[in-house]
């Protein structure tokens, strides 16, 4: 945690920098600020309905303030954005008997020593940056969106990382991103913590590092063609590269949409010996396997549109002892993947996984606002003890943002999910989100 006070600490320098010169150069900083209250309320519950397992529920309460400032003007520009945000339980929460109970958090709250939910935990996230022509570095608190890394929404509070990026868009059609992750503050706390993949983040022998490093490419020679190439190294766990291509074909009737992703990855540092997986630097995987990261996946999917449907159907191929390697520290995660599903991700060791969908824009019938989406996942071949195993998921999602009147604005969304497998918890599952923006200046 004190790496991320003291990335904090030299972000509110970069604060000062900016303050510390003209007030002519501090125009840009104030014009160009923004600052945003948004509101989130969020129930969910899950039902294990082939365990003995009690039935979890919460319900919470969050408040956002999202401050950026603009950049102080000259050659070099400095700025801050700021990102407060606090979480009050409503209700629910927490389960008691978990192991190491005080610092093991719950589903959307962190558990307090007789394993209740806490009332209300809340943190604040600072990012320093600076511009130069179409460049641009970020150090602090950071949301990325890449495909070897992004953060997960999916409970209450976001998850945050913390470290420094630079982008830059010199080049047209050209957008190039490089940096280092250093912690990461999980979506059900307030605390930093390092970072570390599945098989190695729990448990007296867990392991963790403090250093991902990152960088990619997006360009885009056509304006209906997306070329990515993407490196992601989890310093001692894993090195992946990954290479994207997607495309929009507009046909004499609807749009044709086609999307192939293909990430390789292999061992690191220590996990690249028996010595260092021994010390539990491993990876979850197959049956029998050595813990080492050894994984290759590939993809495809393509969506048709026309008046306001989509149809989606997609096919994603898993090779290699170990599964798909990323971060994650067991408290949930958002992968690039065609199957990144509400509850499962289906990148198992061995796992061929097919999709299908469907999403509908009511604004085609003159209902704005409204729009669903249906997915559906079947995954086989997981290389498991004694069988291939096999899973199962449905997604069903309806969205409505309230177009007119009071409450103009307001978000109203249901999620509901659905698992079965041979290998694992089955599971129902459902969100109720309610969240609102206000523009404060």
Avoid: C
Wanted: hydrophobic letters at 35%.
């Amino acid at each position: 945690m004190h790496k991320t006070l003291l990335a904090q600490g030299v972000a509110l320098s970069a604060l000062g920098a900016a303050l510390a010169v003209p007030s002519v150069a501090q125009a840009e900083f104030i014009k160009d600020s923004k600052a945003t209250l948004s509101f989130k309320n969020f129930y969910i519950n899950q039902d294990v309905r082939n365990q003995d397992a009690p039935r979890s529920e919460e319900w919470g309460q969050g408040f956002f303030l999202d401050f950026k400032s603009g950049f102080t003007e000259g050659p070099v520009g400095f700025g801050l954005d700021v990102l407060a945000m606090h979480a009050i339980r409503l209700d629910g929460g927490g389960r008691a008997g978990k192991a190491d109970i005080e610092r093991t958090p719950g589903t959307m709250f962190p558990l307090e020593s007789n394993g209740k939910a806490k009332t209300d935990f809340g943190r604040v996230g600072v990012t320093g940056k600076m511009r130069f022509s179409k460049t641009e570095a970020r150090l602090g608190t950071l949301l990325p969106k890449m495909p070897v890394l992004t953060y997960n929404d999916g409970r209450l509070l976001p998850q945050l990382f913390h470290g420094a990026q630079v982008t830059s868009n010199e080049i047209k059609d050209l957008s190039l991103t490089a940096g280092k992750i250093e912690h990461s503050t999980e979506r059900n706390s307030s605390d930093s913590h390092g970072l570390s993949i599945g098989g190695a983040n729990s448990g007296p022998n867990a392991r963790f590092s403090n250093e991902f490093y990152f960088g990619g490419a997006d360009y885009k020679p056509t304006k209906d063609l997306l070329l990515q190439y993407y490196y992601g190294n989890l310093r001692d766990f894993y090195k992946q590269h990954f290479f994207g291509l997607v495309h929009d074909w507009k046909l004499p009737v609807g749009a044709l949409k086609t999307d192939l992703r293909y990430f390789t990855s292999d061992s690191d540092g220590k996990n690249e010996s028996s010595s260092g997986r021994a010390e539990g630097y491993r990876s979850s995987g197959a049956n029998g396997s050595s813990g080492e990261v050894d994984n290759n996946l590939w993809s495809a999917m393509f969506t048709y549109s026309l008046a306001g449907h989509a149809l989606s159907a997609g096919y994603q191929k898993v090779t290699g002892n170990s599964d798909f390697p990323h971060i994650n520290l067991g408290t949930g995660r958002t992968l690039h993947l065609i199957t990144n599903g509400q509850i499962g991700k289906f990148a198992s060791a061995g796992e061929n996984t097919w999709v299908v969908g469907h999403t509908y824009d009511f604004a085609a019938i003159g209902v704005p606002g409204l729009k669903t989406k249906l997915i559906y996942f079947s995954g086989d071949d997981i290389d498991a003890a004694g069988s291939d195993n096999k899973e199962w998921e449905r997604n069903f999602r309806v969205d409505y943002t309230v177009q007119n009147g009071l409450l103009k604005g307001v978000g109203l969304s249901w999620l509901n999910a659905a698992t079965r497998g041979n290998d694992g918890r089955d599971l129902d599952e459902n969100r109720l989100v309610v969240s609102y923006s206000l523009p404060l200046f």
